[in-house]
């Protein structure tokens, strides 16, 4: 009976998807023929990419910890020596020579390489004999079930193949169906990329592949052993071994499943036992099929719909999604929008699960035992972004892998800090790992730059901000103080301006136009901005946990002698503290302006000059560049208030690029729907979908502003489920015309709920007070910080900025205080 009834349950699901006219599905009319027209599919710690071909199937797998290399330290013990001599170099304008004795100074010693790379746990091929006439072909992704499915007839015969990875349970799933009995006759082997020992074989139902990764560099050997089993589960028929495959004949249906492990514990720790987990996990392959699909979608499910979006119908549901996206830079075509949205949370869900290791450059979806950057956690911006979604739209304890990393970086980086810089705290640099490196690798002009700290210090913070949870910051509180402790051992007085700056480092991978071509220097904006931010926050989560308060008196001392912000001639803010920026600089890195995005430094209504000087800088920056970069400025361009020029770049982004294409810096996006550089980098998608939620509501500047940045292509539309900080919930939000029309805005944890519109509300449940602009909002977890701002003085010197007139009408809006408890359901209605 309970088989019966989960039978019934599952295909009552499978009818609710295709008759819903608002389903949220990728699909093709053709299988892919290379990976970036494959579909993803993840559980948090096991990936796939799934083909569809009816003859020659491939699941390429993927297990979050197979890795080469072991563990590992970087740091360089000599930098101590020559520190000081590398600091005189950049003070005295000598940074070309700072460079290039940064490469032995400064670097980890290259016997460690380049950190350790991320690697495929092989493929699953499933080869049908008979199927190659197929007609009527279909292959989709459900987002709303995180199921993908590939249909087809071959000889008035039906197929199904239907694959997920569990949520619930740690497998791959693969179901194969026919439409008359006996008609399943494939067979099935796993693989593994030329070149590289794996020992193969089949007993009984069972397939198995062993093997152990290759030394990431001359002093770190490869020692991580893993494990990968696919068992075939047959209804009729047989299933026999056939030296390394499986073959089956007469079935009637068939479910694969497939169980991943390796012996990674943690960054320290790799004595597990594969086999030993294999085995657990391959337990949960004996309960019904249909049972543990249920499961599955109910997990998801759970977190999925959380957050709903409606742009419009959907005009074009007869035309592929690959098609969709060819078409979109000539077609109204705002499903498509909502789709990409809805697709980067699906990502972040199958990528980034409480327990697991954080997204990384490609979230966990990777075919090559050498990938692009090593598919490493390049923490410069890209593993940021990767969780820029994760409190705005809903998936907050998604972002628990990050900080659990972070705290592991805490503790790695704090030998780092001691032995390479003679500090306290910790320091990590501009990429890590499954091992946690925190040195400085690859090149100077991006590895010399010890600033990630405090950019992931901010992700800390900001979870705080939005749930307001004194335990959960108690916890973390002492990776932001480590962070701050670093700095204020390493930044040093500049003799040239008196400034406290950060030394050596980078403008993340751009160097000024000018000569000698060198990228190292002294008191760089966005370190001025990522100090400044962490002093801030670690100094105000010193005081609401009542600690520290000398440690955070000295934190605000030393952020009072940093740089201000800096508006050069051009009318640009500086992106060094010297005025060396160029109009025709278009490089994929804003990095000067993260103060305005994902910082909170910059605003319209506090300070006006740097908000401009941000728009001047974005506008001489170009809007083509890389994937991940335009999903960086659609962010910037809604913190902009421009809503127009943010679409815009979801325009650009939403560019097809064929799927062959693995090499430039134009952008776009594949069949597929993953972001590319190209190549794929899944920050894009992620950056993207930020930048979605924060055209409809902001609330990182005092107040939770609705509809900030509404493109004039969203005339109508309707959002529920975003979150903001104070931990209110946008429950419903729908508008017209541009319009706010209503709204209904849940607290969750009580305090003063300020809300910012264009139109003036009325409520119908709480009484609404008006609030002055100048008035602080009382509730603290919406308290502002804002960076001073100076002006290139063309007699010399830099001055003060004036507070005059910026473009924006964010003064023009209105501003409400609503006092709410815990539970408070609070109605508006725009007027």
Aim: with cysteine.
């Amino acid at each position: 009976m309970r088989q019966f009834i989960t039978v019934i349950a599952s295909a009552a699901l499978a009818l609710s998807v295709q008759a819903n006219p608002k389903a949220l599905n990728l699909w093709y009319g053709s299988p892919a023929t290379t990976w970036n027209e494959a579909l993803p599919i993840g559980n948090g710690r096991l990936a796939a990419m799934v083909f569809g071909n009816p003859v020659c199937e491939q699941f390429q797998i993927n297990e979050e910890t197979i890795s080469n290399g072991s563990p590992y330290s970087n740091h360089n013990p000599d930098t101590p020596k020559y520190l000081d001599n590398l600091r005189q170099l950049i003070f005295s304008g000598r940074s070309d020579s700072a460079q290039v004795l940064a490469e032995t100074q400064l670097m980890g010693p290259r016997i460690y390489g380049k950190g350790g790379a991320y690697q495929t746990a092989g493929s699953l091929m499933v080869r049908f004999a008979d199927h190659g006439g197929y007609t009527g072909y279909r292959r989709s992704l459900s987002l709303d079930s995180a199921l993908s499915a590939t249909t087809y007839s071959v000889g008035g015969v039906s197929y199904r193949q239907e694959a997920f990875t569990s949520l619930a349970d740690q497998l791959l799933v693969i179901r194969y169906t026919a439409s008359e009995r006996g008609r399943l006759n494939f067979s099935a082997s796993l693989t593994y990329p030329e070149g590289n020992p794996t020992r193969r074989s089949a007993r009984g139902a069972t397939l198995t592949m062993e093997g152990t990764t290759q030394a990431a560099g001359r002093a770190v050997p490869g020692k991580v052993r893993f494990v990968v089993d696919a068992k075939v589960d047959n209804e009729g028929g047989t299933v026999t071994a056939a030296g390394d495959s499986l073959v089956v004949r007469g079935a009637d249906a068939v479910t694969i499943y497939v169980a991943m492990a390796t012996n990674f514990v943690n960054y320290k720790d790799i004595s597990a036992d594969p086999r030993q987990r294999i085995d657990q996990y391959m337990a949960a392959s004996n309960r019904p099929y249909a049972e543990a699909k249920a499961a599955h979608v109910a997990r998801y499910k759970e977190q999925f719909d959380r957050v709903s979006l409606d742009l419009g119908p959907d005009k074009y549901p007869d035309k592929p999604t690959d098609e969709r996206i060819r078409d979109f830079k000539d077609a109204a075509d705002n499903y498509l929008v909502a789709l990409y949205f809805q697709f980067g949370r699906y990502l972040l869900i199958s990528s980034s699960q409480p327990g697991c290791q954080p997204a990384n450059l490609q979230g966990k979806w990777n075919a090559k035992l050498n990938p692009a950057w090593r598919c490493r956690y390049t923490v410069n911006i890209n593993t940021e972004m990767n969780y820029w979604p994760a409190e705005p739209c809903n998936l907050s304890e998604l972002h628990e892998p990050l900080v659990r990393m972070v705290g592991e970086l805490s503790q790695a980086g704090a030998a780092t800090a001691r032995l390479q810089y003679g500090c306290r705290g910790w320091v990590a640099h501009h990429n890590t790992d499954l091992w946690r490196m925190t040195g400085p690798v690859d090149v100077p002009y991006s590895g010399a730059w010890p600033m990630s700290g405090a950019w992931l210090c901010q992700h800390l913070w900001q979870r705080y901000l939005y749930n307001g949870d004194r335990d959960y910051l108690r916890s973390v509180y002492p990776y932001m103080k480590g962070a701050a402790e670093f700095f204020v051992d390493f930044m040093v007085t500049d003799p040239r301006n008196g400034h406290l700056v950060v030394c050596p480092s980078v403008s993340p991978e751009n160097a000024p136009k000018r000569k000698p071509k060198a990228n190292l220097y002294a008191g760089i904006t966005m370190d001025n901005q990522l100090v400044a931010d962490l002093f801030t926050n670690t100094a105000a989560a010193a005081a609401a946990l009542g600690t520290d308060r000398l440690f955070a008196d000295t934190l605000l001392g030393m952020r009072s002698r940093l740089i201000p912000l800096r508006i050069g001639k051009h009318g640009q803010l500086q992106e060094w503290a010297d005025d060396w920026d160029s109009p025709t600089d278009h490089h994929r890195h804003v990095s000067h302006l993260w103060a305005l995005y994902p910082g909170t430094e910059i605003s319209p209504l506090r300070n006006h000059e740097a908000f401009d000087a941000a728009r001047v800088s974005l506008t001489q920056r170009g809007d083509r560049s890389t994937g991940w970069s335009m999903g960086w400025k659609v962010c910037l361009w809604a913190r902009l208030l421009d809503g127009d020029h943010a679409y815009k770049l979801i325009k650009d982004q939403l560019s097809l690029v064929p799927a062959n294409v693995e090499k430039g810096q134009g952008g776009g996006t594949y069949p597929n729907m993953f972001d590319a550089h190209p190549p794929f980098q899944i920050d894009g998608n992620f950056g993207c979908t930020a930048g979605i939620a924060e055209m409809m509501v902001q609330s990182h500047d005092g107040a939770v502003f609705l509809l900030p940045a509404i493109p004039a292509e969203w005339a109508d539309g309707e959002v529920s489920g975003l979150r903001t900080v104070g931990g209110f919930v946008i429950e419903k939000m729908k508008w017209q015309g541009g319009k706010l029309a209503e709204a209904t805005i849940r607290s969750t944890i009580g305090g003063n709920l300020r809300l910012r519109s264009a139109v003036p509300v009325a409520s119908e449940s709480h009484t609404l007070k008006a609030a002055a602009y100048a008035q602080p909002n009382p509730n603290p977890l919406f308290a502002t910080w804002t960076m001073p701002v100076e002006r290139v003085n063309p007699e010399g010197g830099y001055v003060p900025a004036g507070n005059r007139a910026t473009g924006t009408t964010a003064r023009n809006t209105h501003l409400y205080d609503v006092k709410t408890q815990p539970g408070d359901i609070i109605t508006l209605k725009g007027i």
